[in-house]
């Protein structure tokens, strides 16, 4: 059995792709999901994955969640946190509630998941904390005021955790994807991808969901070790941090 990786959001698109490649690399994968139990249990028979059901927004949520996934597969040694929604509106149009859903799943998620494990992680002197943010937290999106700040604080959180971690061997880093092909993606009229999408993105394609997974899979291992407080981003070049 190898290391234990738990997956946010892990059953779909970016999610889902992570969670096959760590397991394809030998480690003992736990997959998160929110609330699609037909789509989980689907996954979970094709995978073999164990899935668990929290929502990521709630600390004593995640602590228990974690709690059981630590009882059921070994100390967790890597957190992926993936997990994240889309609540777009321009800014003065924007509800409360259209922020804080935002911001509670896609940031203050972070910290209720990557907590309850960071005090194992110290004392076995190993952990990975991988944060898949967006490019959007690094140059913004008009109609994404909620988006973009959560995404642009997962970075603010890796570059200050990360100097906390490193003693410890710890390493935490952050993912900003692109244009990914994802189902919610190539939902969009294939027009509009062609003409308003794709002609702003270098390489000419939409990226895949692999792909950003074997990012991930690279960060997560012992290879990576010297890498910590970065910004991975995979975009084809549409924006060039």
Known sequence: MGRVAVVT??????????????KAAGYTVAANYAGNDEAAARFKAETGIPVYKWDVSNYDACATGLAQVEKDLGPIDIVVNNAGITRDGFFHKMTKEQWYEVINTNLNSLFNMTRPAWEGMRTRKFGRVICISSINGQKGQAGQANYSAAKAGEI?????LAQEGARAGITVNAICP????TEMVRKID???????ILPHIPVGRLGEPEEIARCVLFLASDDAGFITGSTLTAN??????
């Open 178 to 181: 692109g244009y990914i092909g």
């Open 190 to 196: 294939p027009a509009i991808i062609e003409k308003s």
């Open 9 to 22: 959001g892990g059953t779909r698109g970016i999610g889902g792709a992570i969670s096959k490649t760590l």
């Open 156 to 160: 603010g959180f890796v570059k200050a």
């Open 236 to 241: 084809g070049g549409q924006y060039m941090a």
